[in-house]
């Protein structure tokens, strides 16, 4: 493996070494943390695909356990592809995970764990009766994959959903049982969408209208709502709408693609194949996605690794010391100030923009309907009015390297428009990068409150998130100069209108410990 590893990140999970995709079954069981994870054990590109172990007290220290599941019969000798667990009743968990069959079929099979009192559940059996959902009557073998989480309706009837294409359209194909081994399809799917193709990994669970706690999948009442996200076009898309577990009726409120432009979407940069748990001890839900790389495969062979992790929460806080703070600071128009004394490599950082002038803001042009599109037609160079305003990471002393996440406000008729950007263009004097610029607009009104923005930087990644949370851009890069010490951060405004930083708290994060504890296999 190199050693010369500037991009590999301080606290977000990573394996040693080799290739990572999805997170699969994340849960929560008698006081520890599990996350397995689609993994090569052979190589740093996607290939020989297993579920991977590690466990944790508080989701930031990590220990790698044997891997739960390898390919090993004929219902999985292709790859032990992504799926979920389930708690059954009496504190079981289960698995259940596509299998690519002989002549490359995917099938979906159920493993529990050998031995419940161990505490890391570090040995997995597969059930006799694999396979359990076979691709027939008209399914794909081709499409159909990735099991979610079980819930059980007040009939207690188990239901889960499996990703798939039918007719050319994104598919959440429903299964029932009633002993979680025999598994009969519903005539009608939970849900479908002549909009999309094949929905990979979808996920399926309730949230509470009144109270910002997390619920049990299972859970369900006139308080709750239902989301169902898919993972289609490289992107996590989710949709509202309410559950009846009666008739497993799902009626939406809004639909993948709607005809605004303005998808729903967990992270508008990268995050894909998501999947949430419900986190019993702290009753919350907790959202863990693959954040590819935007390097070349050919980089990530010379690394030895590709691919992280990213785990969210609401209103997640760091605890390390503060390092700086300024409050009520002018942002004067054409200023680049820099946030000292934190290791800007490795860093938590918040800031809150005051607005002073809204109405100088310039006009909407009603076409410009793509966020993404209009953030790259005005990336962080391209001078306006109110904004660009925001931080540079990833920067050089000189800005020859930086990484701008910044805002614009643009009016139309007696409506402000908040667009927010991720501009990776100039993140690195090294070619071959993916540097797309990434876009969302926030949904929120500038006239009632100040425009916050707080960005996780880790090394080669940094998520961003504008307006308490209400658009989430996650970006990879991978500067050459801005590395270690070298990297600095700074809160910049090309604006021609001044703006206000009200407060920038900004933290440098600790490494977390991330451990093996992998016993040694004899070699066959
Ligand atoms: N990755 C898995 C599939 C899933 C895809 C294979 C999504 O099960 O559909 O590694 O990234």
Redesign the pocket.
């Known amino acids: 493996q190199a050693t010369y590893q500037p991009y590999r990140t301080a606290y977000h999970f990573q394996p040693p070494k080799n290739w990572m ?2 997170p699969n079954g994340p849960m929560y069981h008698k006081g520890l943390y599990h996350l397995f994870y ?1 993994y090569n054990p052979y190589g740093a590109v ?1 290939g020989n ?1 297993t579920w991977a172990h590690s466990v944790s007290y508080d989701l930031v220290n990590w220990v790698h356990i044997d891997h739960a599941i390898s390919p090993s019969q004929p219902s999985d000798i292709n ?1 032990c ?3 979920s667990t389930t708690i059954l009743p009496g504190e079981k968990p289960t698995i259940l995970y ?1 299998g690519i069959g002989t002549k490359n079929r995917q099938v979906q099979n159920l493993a529990m764990p050998k031995n419940l009192s161990d505490p890391l559940l570090r040995e997995w059996i597969k059930s006799p009766y694999n396979p359990l959902m076979t691709p027939i009557d008209g399914i794909d073998p081709d499409f159909f ?2 099991p979610t989480t079980a819930w059980q309706g007040p009939d207690k009837i188990w239901r889960v959903i499996v ?1 798939s294409q039918i007719n050319g359209h994104g598919t959440a194909i429903l299964y029932r049982s009633k002993d979680f081994v025999n598994w009969t399809r519903s005539d009608n799917p939970l849900h479908s969408s002549v909009k999309t193709e ?1 929905w ?2 979808p996920d399926f669970f309730p949230v509470g209208i009144s109270s910002t706690n997390g619920v049990d999948t299972s859970s369900q009442d006139k308080y709750t709502k239902h989301v169902l996200k898919a ?1 289609f076009n490289h992107h996590d898309y989710y949709i509202l709408g309410s559950y009846m577990p009666e008739k497993d009726k799902f009626s939406v409120e809004t639909d993948f693609m709607d005809s605004t432009g303005m998808d729903l979407r967990y992270d508008y940069g990268k995050f ?2 998501s999947k949430t748990f419900f986190d019993s001890a702290m009753k919350r839900r907790i959202l863990w996605g ?1 954040i590819n790389e935007s390097d070349s495969e050919s980089d990530d062979i010379k690394k030895g690794w590709s691919g992280l992790q990213s785990g969210r929460l609401k209103k997640s806080r760091n605890y390390g010391p503060r390092t700086v703070s300024f409050h009520a600071k002018k942002l004067k128009s054409g200023s680049t100030i820099e946030v000292p004394g934190i290791t800007a490599s490795q860093a938590d950082v918040e800031v809150s923009f005051e607005l002073l002038n809204l109405e100088e803001a310039e006009l909407m042009d009603p076409s410009w309907t793509d966020p993404q599109l209009l953030c790259s037609q005005k990336k962080a160079s391209v001078r306006g009015k109110l904004g660009p305003f925001g931080l540079l990471v990833f920067a050089t002393k000189d800005l020859t390297e930086q990484t701008a996440i910044y805002f614009r406000i643009f009016r139309r008729k007696d409506k402000y428009i908040v667009l927010m950007c991720s501009d990776q263009s100039r993140s690195s004097v090294r070619e071959g990068l993916d540097k797309t610029t990434y876009g969302a607009f926030i949904d929120m009104d500038p006239r009632h409150e100040n425009i916050t923005l707080r960005s996780l930087i880790d090394h080669s990644i940094v998520e961003s998130f504008g307006g308490e949370g209400r658009a989430c851009i996650t970006a990879r890069v991978y500067p050459k100069l801005a590395i270690h010490k070298q990297a600095y951060l700074f809160a910049f405004n090309h604006g021609t209108s001044h703006v206000k930083i009200s407060r920038l708290n900004a933290w440098t994060m600790e490494n977390a410990q991330i451990v093996s504890t992998k016993k040694r296999r004899k070699p066959h």
Do not use: V
């Open positions: 995709n999805d689609q996607w695909i790859g592809w992504s799926g596509t994959r990735d990703g094949m990979e990994c993972s894909y194949a693959w």
